[in-house]
């Protein structure tokens, strides 16, 4: 299984699928694909991804309606939907039936890693395998890069939304960026990208956006990450 999770694309344009699953692919996830809401509903029955990118409009059952019966099988699966310029007013309504996020063509890639990032970290991250009927299984406690990615992506989401669009944003995407390189046992890197963090914590400290008890979390976190590069994991 991939370290950063198993994703299912879903859109009835084949460009926007392997644009999709190559980029994804290249980022270290798992990628599965669907080109109709009924193939992409039979996909999360047979085997729960960890997270789904919906298009909104396709034939057939189009998005909205995928989502909805998605919601009906698995209320915790996050599934962020895709949408085209003209369509964002409706992807915006998908929010209030469950929809966890949705990103507009064409792409802004580091936007949607950061998001797709964020819905995993919503979720607990990866899970082993399992067909919707089970019950879900908590994520791991021993893994400091996926603790580490949970932590960073909660404490940007509760910055003010000033903070959030500049420190908030780079810590999320440092904390993406170590936890691949980590995974992947390129400690020079991880370490690097671990310091990073930590100077952009430093900054936010000092403008009041991160303190007390968050601080602490985000500190144990990275000590973990740090243990984990020392201990070769």
Same mark, same amino acid.
């Given at each position: 299984?991939?370290?950063?999770?198993?994703?299912?694309?879903?859109?009835?344009?084949?460009?926007?699928?392997?644009?999709?699953?190559?980029?994804?692919?290249?980022?270290?996830?798992?990628?599965?694909?669907?080109?109709?809401?009924?193939?992409?509903?039979?996909?999360?029955?047979?085997?729960?991804?960890?997270?789904?990118?919906?298009?909104?409009?396709?034939?057939?059952?189009?998005?909205?309606?995928?989502?909805?019966?998605?919601?009906?099988?698995?209320?915790?699966?996050?599934?962020?939907?895709?949408?085209?310029?003209?369509?964002?007013?409706?992807?915006?309504?998908?929010?209030?039936?469950?929809?966890?996020?949705?990103?507009?063509?064409?792409?802004?890639?580091?936007?949607?890693?950061?998001?797709?990032?964020?819905?995993?970290?919503?979720?607990?991250?990866?899970?082993?395998?399992?067909?919707?009927?089970?019950?879900?299984?908590?994520?791991?406690?021993?893994?400091?890069?996926?603790?580490?990615?949970?932590?960073?992506?909660?404490?940007?989401?509760?910055?003010?939304?000033?903070?959030? !669009?500049?420190?908030?944003?780079? @810590? $999320? %995407? *440092?904390?993406? &960026? =170590?936890?691949?390189?980590? #995974?992947?046992? +390129?400690?020079?890197?991880?370490?690097?990208?671990?310091?990073?963090?930590?100077?952009?914590?430093?900054?936010?400290?000092?403008?009041?956006?991160?303190? !007390?008890?968050?601080?602490?979390? @985000? $500190? %144990? *976190?990275?000590? &973990? =990450?740090?243990?984990?590069? #020392?201990?070769? +994991?």
């Amino acid at each position: 299984m991939s370290p950063l999770g198993r994703l299912l694309i879903v859109d009835d344009e084949e460009p926007v699928v392997e644009v999709l699953s190559d980029y994804f692919s290249g980022q270290g996830y798992q990628v599965g694909t669907a080109r109709n809401g009924a193939e992409a509903l039979a996909a999360v029955r047979r085997t729960r991804p960890d997270l789904v990118l919906l298009d909104v409009r396709m034939p057939g059952i189009d998005g909205v309606e995928v989502l909805r019966r998605i919601r009906a099988l698995d209320g915790a699966l996050p599934v962020i939907m895709v949408t085209a310029n003209e369509d964002v007013a409706l992807a915006r309504e998908t929010l209030k039936i469950g929809a966890f996020d949705y990103v507009a063509k064409p792409f802004d890639f580091a936007y949607l890693d950061r998001t797709v990032a964020a819905g995993l970290a919503r979720a607990g991250g990866p899970r082993p395998a399992e067909a919707i009927t089970e019950e879900p299984e908590a994520a791991p406690a021993d893994d400091p890069w996926r603790y580490l990615a949970r932590v960073v992506f909660r404490l940007a989401r509760s910055m003010p939304d000033g903070a959030r !669009g500049s420190t908030g944003g780079r @810590l $999320e %995407a *440092a904390a993406l &960026a =170590a936890a691949r390189e980590g #995974a992947a046992a +390129r400690t020079t890197s991880a370490g690097e990208h671990l310091d990073e963090i930590e100077l952009l914590a430093d900054i936010a400290e000092d403008l009041g956006d991160l303190s !007390g008890p968050d601080l602490a979390e @985000l $500190e %144990a *976190a990275i000590g &973990a =990450a740090r243990a984990a590069l #020392a201990n070769g +994991r």
